[in-house]
């Protein structure tokens, strides 16, 4: 037997590389004599470092950067194998997870911390950069990052706007002269987890805010700012940000970057997929597994257990799918991709515990699965 592990991570319980774990270990316990390739996925998010380097024989490395509340804490970036490309997740420096559940609210947190990353690594030398846009605590459009990359952001006295999505209707001028030299000689590659763009209906404020804390009359004080910051740059700047696929990912943080550096925008599990070899390692596999702290419907756009099911639809080999939770209905979404949806959530199993407890829970549903896999139906229950 032949199994591929290839999970994300189970946001708030446990790394993709812990899940890929606990599954590989059940297998092993029930078939022995299997060959169990893990491949830790991510595609953007949380992990997303961890992943690729792992992947690649890289290095991870630590600097000091400014965390959504302006506090200065010891964010890390990658090198991957080829000793020559960055990853930065932007979740590092700017991550929903540095912000404690009663202070969180995109209207003052900033992408600041991950321009002063990008800084640090281009001071380095380095010219390749993937940056991850994911797990974001922030809706300023990347006008932090922007500033902290030498952009000035000015109000209508010719001072710097502050930080934080609500300052953003401030915002008059423009003023790219001193923009950090090297950024003009490297490009950027945006690993985006959604589609989204930066404004309307599916836009960063109007679908995501509300997850870092937004009320219903901030999410349209926010949707107003980044209208008004989208206009600005293209007055400003020359460039249209406002429609970008990706560009909504991160709170807008690829939006804002984008108008001042060479770019392009990559859905995150391409890349990923791409950089840790996971189409070879799936020649003539018997199955393969991934997963995700939840499956709904935003699942099937862009992110890990949807990229990996297509992939392994289009080389024919079997898919399984662990998820923490399942959104009602979102089954539906999957029948085309996976022989079997697996959750840890159940009518004995509260979401709360299955968070708790995720590596007991996930390692029982592993082993019940592998020894219906061993008997020959696991595809059939």
Known sequence: ????????????????????????????????????????????????????????????????????????INAHF????????????????????LVPGEKRNPLYTTTYGTGELIRKVLEKGYKKIILGL???????????AMQALGVKLLDSAGVNIKQGGVFLKDLEKIDTSEVNKNLQKAEITFMYDVENPLLGEKGAAKVYSPQKGASAKEVQILEENLTHF???????????????????????????????CNSKFIPGI???IKVTGLKRHLKNADMIITGEGELNFQS??????????????????????????????SEKLYKDYFKKIICLVSSDISKEDAIKNASLILSSKAEEAALLFKKGVLFET
């Open 270 to 272: 391409q890349l990923a």
């Open 230 to 260: 989208s206009r600005i740059i293209k007055r400003d700047i020359g460039k249209d940000i406002s429609d970008i696929p990706g560009s909504g990912a991160a709170g807008g943080l690829g939006a804002g970057l984008s108008a001042i």
């Open 300 to 329: 099937m756009f862009g992110k890990v257990p949807a990229g990996v099911a297509k992939l392994a639809k289009e080389m024919k080999v079997p898919a399984i799918c662990f998820a923490g939770n399942i959104e009602r209905n």
């Open 78 to 97: 990658g090198v991957l194998g080829d000793e020559d490309t960055v990853i930065i997740e932007m979740a590092s420096a700017s991550g929903i997870i």
């Open 1 to 72: 037997m032949k199994i591929v592990i290839a999970p994300d991570s189970f946001k708030g319980s446990l790394s993709s590389i812990l899940v890929a774990d606990a599954i590989g270990q059940s297998f092993r316990k029930i078939i022995p004599g299997s060959e169990i390739i893990k491949m830790p996925m991510a595609d953007g998010g949380e992990g997303t470092v961890e992943c690729m380097v792992g992947a690649t024989g890289g290095k991870i490395f630590r600097e000091f950067a400014t965390d959504p509340l302006g506090k200065v």
């Open 134 to 144: 994911g797990g974001s605590a922030t809706t300023d459009g990347g006008a932090g």
